[in-house]
T-cell receptor
Framework: DAGVTQSPTHLIKTRGQQVTLRCSPKSGHDTVSWYQQALGQGPQFIFQYYEEEERQRGNFPDRFSGHQFPNYSSELNVNALLLGDSALYLC?????????????????FGAGSRLTVL | GNSVTQMEGPVTLSEEAFLTINCTYTATGYPSLFWYVQYPGEGLQLLLKATKADDKGSNKGFEATYRKETTSFHLEKGSVQVSDSAVYFCALKGTGFQKLVFGTGTRLLVSP
């Protein structure tokens, strides 16, 4: 059973450019969350997608946007890259289904996409 | 808002030593608590979890007990191995469709 897969694994961009990162959730999962992990820090929540809509968003500017497709896969887009956007971007999937209560639902993380902005 | 505080690292131990990594939290309601581990160059792996007060999560010799009275979820292992060297993250998740909130991580270095 494949877990969460992310692509690309590494990429280098220059300031002002745009980047798209991709994520395929674990089989059976319908919810995708994105996190940014700066060097030496804990992951910070960017946003979460469920049923192709952004369900919750963290404290990130509008330069960060996302999308979820009917097959539950997701993309993270970052426009007008800044040096401070250099980080490991982690995708995590989980199952929501029809249950309103998802407090204990476990997130499965991918290995991440490491973005370097020069 | 919800937050997690972890002890700063690195924690340096010899093989077979006892490990404790402290974690305290601030949250409204009844959050679920987690420990994740990150090996070099990899993503996060769930180590253990607890969903209500007094629950004990355990996995691979690691344990943590959800203490609501002290708002703590300390990670322990009786005898560490070199292969346990990694960064450990404490995290909490509130009820409903809420995000995971992570601590800053604690690096563990185990020498032979």
């Amino acid at each position: 059973d494949a877990g969460v897969t992310q692509s690309p694994t590494h990429l280098i961009k220059t300031r002002g450019q745009q980047v798209t990162l991709r994520c395929s959730p674990k089989s059976g999962h319908d919810t995708v969350s994105w996190y940014q992990q700066a060097l030496g820090q804990g992951p910070q929540f960017i946003f979460q997608y469920y049923e192709e809509e952004e369900r919750q968003r963290g404290n990130f500017p509008d330069r960060f946007s996302g999308h979820q497709f009917p097959n539950y896969s997701s993309e993270l887009n970052v426009n007008a890259l800044l040096l401070g956007d250099s980080a490991l971007y982690l995708c995590a999937s989980s199952f929501t289904g029809t249950s309103v209560y998802s407090g204990a639902n476990v997130l499965t993380f991918g290995a991440g996409s490491r973005l370097t902005v020069l | 808002g919800n937050s997690v505080t972890q002890m700063e690292g690195p924690v340096t131990l010899s093989e077979e030593a006892f490990l404790t990594i402290n974690c305290t939290y601030t949250a409204t309601g009844y959050p679920s608590l987690f420990w994740y581990v990150q090996y070099p160059g990899e993503g996060l792996q769930l180590l253990l979890k607890a969903t209500k007060a007094d629950d004990k999560g355990s996995n691979k010799g690691f344990e943590a007990t959800y203490r609501k009275e002290t708002t703590s979820f300390h990670l322990e292992k009786g005898s560490v191995q070199v292969s346990d060297s990694a960064v450990y993250f404490c995290a909490l998740k509130g009820t409903g469709f809420q995000k995971l909130v992570f601590g800053t991580g604690t690096r563990l270095l185990v020498s032979p």
